[in-house]
Structures are given as C-alpha cells and as structure tokens.
C-alpha cells in the first residue's frame, strides 16, 4: 500500500472534502480515500489536518499558546488553543500541503488591545459571561482582511512553508454563489459575500501565477454542477458538492505526479 501524506489546514471546506463530511451522526462522504480507492487501488491518504483562524494570525503565531489565554477554560470546539497558535505548518515533512482561502475571506478575529496578539472565540456567545467580560477588557474585533493583504500573508506563507519542504501547495478559493440569491442591485450594499468572493479567486490566481501553486478550483467546480444542488449556503456544500472537491484534488495531485508517475 501506498502512502499519501497529506498536510491539510483550514476548516470545513477542506476537511469535509478531504476527511469526512459527517451530517446528524452519519457519515455522508468519507473524504479523499473514497476517490482513492475507485481510482487508484493501492494508494492511501493519511491526513494531518489542523483548523485556521487566518493568514495573519498564523504568520505572528510562534508555537506556543499566551499564557493569559492557557490560563482560561475557553472551550473551543474545532479550534483549540493549541490549533490556533500551531507552527505544525511550516514543519510539516508532508507529500502535499492544501491550504484554503476561506478563513482569510470570512472570518473576524479579536485583537489584544495592548500586544496585537489574534485571537477566536469560537460560539464567543456561548462562552462563560464572565470569559466574556474578560475577553471584552483585554480584547477588541479586529477587521476583515483585504485581498491584498490575504495574497502578501500567503505569499510569505509559501516562501516559509518552501525553507523547509518543497512539496506541492493546493489552495481552495471559495465559491461566489449562494443558493437563491436574487440580488441584482449592488447600490448601497457594500461588499457582499459574492463580490467579495470573487475578489479573493483572482488574488489567489495571481498568486497562483506568480508562485506557482495549484488553486482548487471550487468556486468553478461548484457553479458547473448547479450550486442551488451542491450548496446548502454561502460556505457549506453537500456531501456531493465535497465529492467533486476531493475528485478535482485527486486529479490535481495525480497531475503533479504524486499519485502516478509523471509521463516521460
């Protein structure tokens, strides 16, 4: 049996596709080795896969968790402490390295008001009132990150990620269109999910172009087979919508020759 060593950080987007999509206690696509197995018997993938707060957070990360924040009983589900200030990325001995946009797109953290330190109270409204009240004193939102500012984090990313192991880098864009949106007036809206969206898939192709990763294409994936199927809303995809997702990353990767020997 062949071993596919696989470093996955990001969220639903990739480990729904990649490890397993499980729905009320069942699982509903059980990730990248289903597609392994139909296409390429003999080859396993095993997964790393870490959750991502976002590009920035990570770069200022430095392994270990502030010990104000290890101090409190923060629960926090799929994004633990010890996730969140990880450097597993940057030294990781992996075959291939996939990566998603998707936190940098849609999510906003805290900021320490006196050190910078990036933080995510993940469900904050379900924390503790007095967690709240500690996090409110010590902590601010900080803003969505611009485009530009996500492709500069990534491309730094890259370069540290390429110090250490020259393996493939995959990254998903994320899909523009959310099922039964009608929106056809964009005046006063300011930047929607959509738009927004579309913005970061042309960041990640030019850096794409400039670096040299493969991009996930999922946004194209999703739209070619009808996203008012394959998507449930703006980030979450049916189990058939994660399906095509980890087909196109086989497809990829078997491309790059990791699966199947390059042709001569």
Known sequence: MKRLNLFVKGN?????????????????????????????????????????TRSDALLAADGAVPA?????????????LTSQFSLALFETTADAIILTVQPDMATRLL??????????????????????VWLAAHYEPDELLTVEQS??????????VRERNDAPILIYNVSAAIP???????????????????????????????TGISV??????????????????????????YELVAREVVRVL???GLIRAPAH
């Open 12 to 52: 639903v987007d990739v480990h729904d596709s990649l490890h397993s999509c499980v729905i009320g206690g069942v699982v509903r696509w059980n990730g990248i080795n289903e597609v392994l197995r139909e296409l390429h018997p003999g080859m396993l993938a095993r997964i790393k896969h870490e959750t991502w």
């Open 68 to 80: 104000e924040l290890a101090a409190r009983s923060f629960k926090l589900g799929p994004y633990p």
């Open 111 to 132: 900021r320490h008001r006196a050190s910078g330190q990036l933080f995510y109270p993940y469900e904050m409204a379900a924390l503790a009132p007095e967690d709240r």
């Open 151 to 160: 492709v500069a984090n990534f491309e730094t990313i890259i370069t540290r």
């Open 180 to 210: 039964g949106e009608t929106v056809h007036c964009l005046q006063g809206l300011g930047e929607t999910f959509t738009t927004r969206a579309r913005r970061f898939t042309l960041g990640l192709a030019e850096l794409s172009e400039k």
């Open 216 to 241: 996930i294409d999922v946004d194209s994936l999703l739209a070619r087979s009808g996203v008012d199927r394959v998507k449930l809303n703006a980030l979450h995809v049916t189990p058939e919508g």
């Open 254 to 256: 078997d491309d790059l």
